[in-house]
C-alpha cells in the first residue's frame, strides 16, 4: 500500500499519514474528477491511468470531535462523507509528491499500515478508509477482530444532511 506523509508544515495534521490520494471536492465537481484531480496533484499519477484502473467501491460516512491536530476550532461534531476508489499500480508506477501537501511516499505491507495504525500514524479519517479496505479485502474479518460489527456500523453513519 502507497502511504503518503503529509508535509509537516501543513495546518491540518502535519506530518501525519494519510492515504494515497485524498481531498475536498469542490463545488459541482463530480466525484471521479476529483479523485483524477487530485491523483495528479498530490501523487502525480497520470490522469489517463486513473480515469482506466480507478474503481468505486463504496463510501465510508461519520462523524468525529475536532481535536487539536485539525487545526481550527477543537471540540465541534463534524460529519464527513468519503468516496472510495480502488486503484492498483503496476510495479514501476510509483506515485511522487506533486505538490506542497506531501513529503515523500512509502510502499508499506499490509502489517506495516497495521502497525503504523495502532500506534496512531493515521489522520482519523484516513485509517477509517484503511479499515474499509481491509474489510472489503478479508483482511478484517469477524473471525480476527472482536468489534468488527461496531467497526462496520461507525463506518457508515446515516448523516442527515445531502451527500451529493
Known amino acids: ?21 485524498a481531498g475536498g471536492i469542490s ?56 468516496y472510495i476508489y480502488d486503484l492498483e499500480l503496476d510495479e514501476d508506477v510509483v506515485p511522487r509528491p506533486g505538490d506542497s501537501e506531501v513529503e515523500e511516499f512509502y510502499l508499506w505491507t499490509v502489517q506495516e499500515v497495521q502497525e503504523a495504525m495502532a500506534r496512531g500514524e493515521f489522520k482519523p479519517n484516513c485509517a477509517m478508509v484503511l479499515l474499509d479496505f481491509f474489510m472489503r479485502h478479508g483482511i478484517l474479518t469477524c473471525e480476527n477482530e472482536k468489534d468488527y460489527v461496531e467497526i462496520v456500523a461507525r463506518l457508515h453513519r446515516r448523516l442527515e444532511f445531502p451527500t451529493h
Open 27 to 82: 463545488t459541482g465537481e463530480a466525484t471521479f474528477e476529483s479523485l483524477v484531480r487530485e491523483a495528479a496533484e498530490e501523487a502525480s499519477l497520470p490522469e489517463e491511468l486513473v480515469r482506466r484502473e480507478a474503481r468505486a467501491c463504496g463510501c465510508v460516512t461519520y462523524f468525529y470531535i475536532r481535536d487539536a491536530r485539525a487545526g481550527g476550532e477543537t471540540g465541534l461534531l463534524q460529519p464527513e462523507c468519503e
Open 1 to 21: 500500500i502507497w502511504v503518503p506523509r503529509r508535509a509537516r508544515n501543513k495546518q491540518t495534521y502535519g506530518g501525519m499519514l494519510d492515504n494515497t490520494v
